[in-house]
């Protein structure tokens, strides 16, 4: 089930209780109205005591005088003030004093007329206006009865408002929260879909536009709660994403030229050697020198391939993980002089200055050591430094103790490396950009460095480099001490 659907199902079964809540307040609220207006259960037996005593008082006191006049007139100005009409009847039905003059003299059914009970009373009057109820009259407070008054009372004079079971205020109070809760529950709903729901949307849309390789859209969100971070991190996997993109097409584009350039480099060599090879064939040495020099050409372009095809082993075993570095404890004097010997040879016949320690110079300590590895850091190296140099340049080689390693330096004086390149220089393909002044600055594959980075710390020592353009480079790598 979708967020929408269920923030759309659960507005609409709160709306529901909430209906019924208010639907049931209400029908409460009618009934208790209802109960209110209602006149049987209004009527006050209070009050009909109230109506009636100043009478019953008047009669029980003066009953042995009502044959006088003024007697009579007296308690008839009572009932009248009192809004009332009374029959006074003896106990044989015979009507003594009556507000009304002319039943003075009746007679009263004393079975059927008297109602001493309010409930009864309220029964006999049928709807009708007037309630109908008797009290007797005594005489004295502890004489018998003389007689009953029927009183005639209207109803509207005894009736009480009866308080509500639930205050009315409490009602309205209920039906208010309810009407709030409903409002915020369309404001939440709102709040929800506007802040959760559609970012949650464009955030698909934009999951979906990398999906189809798109990383150039930017994906922002206003607001910094816990989806603004979401947004942040997404726009942050975006750019990586984005960057490794680029990273694996340069890297794609690096090996298409690393192919290419192998290739050359590999098919010139091997074309010479074929042609030397087909030379000799054909008799063309006539004697042993010219067969030598021959021998020696085709050993240098023999070198160069086995060089270039190294260089693309190391590459693939760097590629999976795998790169073969077995080192075995060795003295590192004998070791670094037997590297040291051929590299001066090469330098020197290139025109350069070489400028090499002596065999007694060389510290003599116990390093853990692949010697066919280690040469090809420093066959690398010196390749790379006779790259940047001209003839009459200097390439120095020492070695010496620091801080528990063997360092071992090679620097040369000449035209060293721009600044921009340096932060490249370990990089794998990375060939640095060719100058005016020497075009061979891009010669090779761009694996050398990136190969010596990786020999030395599977030796678990690292290597570093100081340059500045126009004075030369200097690289420098250490080899831990047993």
Request: proline share 3%.
């Amino acid at each position: 089930m979708s967020l929408n659907t269920w923030s759309r199902r659960w507005l609409l079964t709160t709306l529901g209780l909430l209906i019924i809540m208010v639907s049931s307040i209400v029908a409460l609220s009618m009934m208790l109205l209802q109960d209110q207006n209602s006149d049987k259960s209004s009527l006050s037996m209070n009050l009909v005591r109230l109506k009636v005593n100043p009478i019953l008082l008047a009669l029980e006191q003066t009953h042995q005088h009502l044959t006088e006049q003024n007697i009579r007139e007296d308690i008839r100005s009572i009932a009248r003030e009192s809004g009332v009409l009374f029959n006074y009847v003896n106990l044989d039905g015979t009507v003594m004093l009556s507000s009304d003059l002319s039943s003075e003299g009746g007679q009263v059914n004393l079975r059927s007329s008297l109602h001493y009970n309010l409930h009864h009373a309220a029964q006999a009057a049928d709807g009708t206006k007037s309630l109908n109820i008797a009290f007797p009259v005594m005489d004295g407070p502890v004489g018998s009865q003389i007689g009953n008054v029927l009183f005639s009372i209207p109803q509207a004079m005894v009736t009480v408002q009866k308080p509500m079971t639930v205050p009315i205020i409490w009602i309205s109070v209920l039906l208010l929260v309810s009407l709030i809760l409903g409002l915020l529950l369309f404001w939440m709903k709102q709040k929800l879909d506007k802040q959760l729901l559609s970012p949650i949307h464009q955030l698909k849309l934009h999951a979906e536009s990398i999906l189809k390789g798109n990383y150039e859209e930017q994906i922002q969100y206003n607001r910094t709660h816990e989806l603004g971070e979401v947004y942040a991190m997404f726009d942050l996997m975006r750019t990586e994403i984005k960057h490794m993109n680029e990273l694996r097409i340069q890297q794609e584009q690096a090996q298409k030229e690393l192919i290419t350039n192998i290739s050359h480099d590999i098919k010139t060599p091997i074309t010479t050697i074929k042609a030397y090879i087909e030379a000799i064939e054909e008799g063309l040495c006539n004697d042993q020198e010219t067969l030598m020099e021959y021998m020696r050409v085709m050993r240098t372009h023999t070198d160069k391939t086995a060089r270039l095809v190294e260089d693309l082993l190391v590459h693939a075993l760097q590629e999976l993980g795998q790169i073969s570095v077995e080192p075995r404890e060795k003295y590192s004097g004998p070791v670094l002089d037997a590297m040291l010997k051929p590299i001066e040879h090469v330098i020197l016949t290139r025109g350069l200055v070489y400028d090499g320690p002596k065999s007694n110079h060389i510290p003599n300590v116990l390093i853990a050591i692949d010697t066919i590895r280690i040469e090809q850091v420093i066959s690398n190296l010196v390749a790379n430094a006779l790259k940047h140099t001209a003839r009459g340049d200097t390439i120095r080689i020492d070695s010496e103790l620091e801080s528990g390693h063997l360092k071992v330096t090679i620097a040369d004086s000449g035209q060293g490396i721009r600044v921009q390149d340096m932060p490249f220089v370990f990089q794998r393909y990375f060939r640095g950009q060719a100058s005016h002044a020497d075009q061979r600055v891009q010669e090779g594959t761009g694996l050398g460095l990136s190969i010596c980075q990786s020999i030395i710390e599977a030796h678990g020592g690292h290597i570093s480099f100081t340059s500045k353009e126009g004075q030369g480079t200097t690289f420098r790598f250490y080899l831990p001490i047993c």
